[in-house]
C-alpha cells in the first residue's frame, strides 16, 4: 500500500478564502506531481517537483502555488479561491532514479468545492 | 503534443462478460504505458508495459503493448460489480517521468 496521504479529504470554503491542501509521501520520493481531475474527466497535470527547492507548472495553467521545502511535504496553496476552482485535487509521487520504470504513488485526493 | 486516447469512454456490462478497454497514444519519448483503476478517490495501479508483445496477467485482469501501432488493450474476463470504476491509461513520456493520462473509460458492471 502507498504511503503517501492528503489533507484534508473534503473541503467547502468561501470564495475569497486561501486554502493549502496538504500532501505527504514517507516513501522518500523525490518527484511529485499534483493533478486536477473534474468529475468524469481526466486527470490534468497542474505542478510538480523533481526534488527539495524544485516546483515546475504542469500542462494545465493553473491559479495555485506550490512549494518543496521538504522531500516528503508538497503542499498546493490557493491564494484566493474562486467557484472555478472547485475540483479533485490528486497528490501523487514516484521514484525515476531508482529504478528503470516506476509506476506513480496517489493520495486518496482532496475533493474542493468553493462557494 | 504527447497525447493518450481511450476508448471506449463509457461501457455498460452484465456480470460474466468480457470486456477489452483501448489506449492509443502518441508521445515523443515513449518509456512505459501504466493502466490505473479509479473507483472512488485515488487510482490504483495495476500494470506496467514497456515491451511489445508480453502480456501481463494479475487474475481476471489482463494487458499487452503494441509498440509498433502505439496502442494498448486492458481485458477483464468474467467480470464483477467490483470491477465497475474509471480505467485509465497513462505515458510516461520520459521527460523527467512525466505521466500523461487518457481520459478513462468508465466501466459499469450490472449484477
Known amino acids: 500500500e502507498a504511503d503517501i496521504y492528503q489533507t484534508p479529504r473534503y473541503l467547502v470554503i468561501g470564495t475569497g478564502k486561501k486554502i493549502t491542501l496538504e500532501c505527504s509521501q514517507t516513501m522518500g520520493h523525490d518527484k511529485m506531481y499534483w493533478y486536477q481531475q473534474d468529475p468524469g474527466m481526466e486527470l490534468h497535470l497542474i505542478h510538480y517537483?523533481?526534488?527539495?527547492?524544485?516546483?515546475e507548472k504542469g500542462d494545465l495553467s493553473s491559479e495555485s502555488t506550490v512549494s518543496r521545502i521538504r522531500t516528503e511535504h508538497f503542499p498546493l496553496t490557493l491564494e484566493s479561491a474562486r467557484p472555478s476552482h472547485t475540483s479533485q485535487y490528486l497528490c501523487a509521487s514516484s521514484d525515476p532514479d531508482r529504478a528503470m520504470n516506476t509506476e506513480a504513488f496517489f493520495g486518496q485526493g482532496t475533493r474542493l468545492t468553493v462557494v | 503534443e504527447d497525447k493518450v486516447v481511450q476508448s471506449p469512454l463509457s461501457l455498460v456490462v452484465h456480470e460474466g462478460d468480457t470486456v477489452t478497454l483501448n489506449c492509443s497514444y502518441e508521445v515523443t519519448n515513449f518509456r512505459s504505458l501504466l493502466w490505473y483503476k479509479q473507483e472512488k478517490k485515488a487510482p490504483t495501479f495495476l500494470f506496467m508495459l514497456t515491451s511489445s508483445g508480453i502480456e501481463k496477467k494479475s487474475g481476471r485482469l489482463s494487458s499487452i503493448l503494441d509498440k509498433k501501432e502505439l496502442f494498448s488493450i486492458l481485458n477483464i474476463t468474467a467480470t464483477q460489480t467490483g470491477d465497475s470504476a474509471i480505467y485509465l491509461c497513462a505515458v510516461d513520456n520520459n521527460y523527467g517521468q512525466n505521466f500523461v493520462f487518457g481520459p478513462g473509460t468508465r466501466l459499469s458492471v450490472l449484477p
Open positions: 517537483s523533481y526534488g527539495v527547492n524544485s516546483t
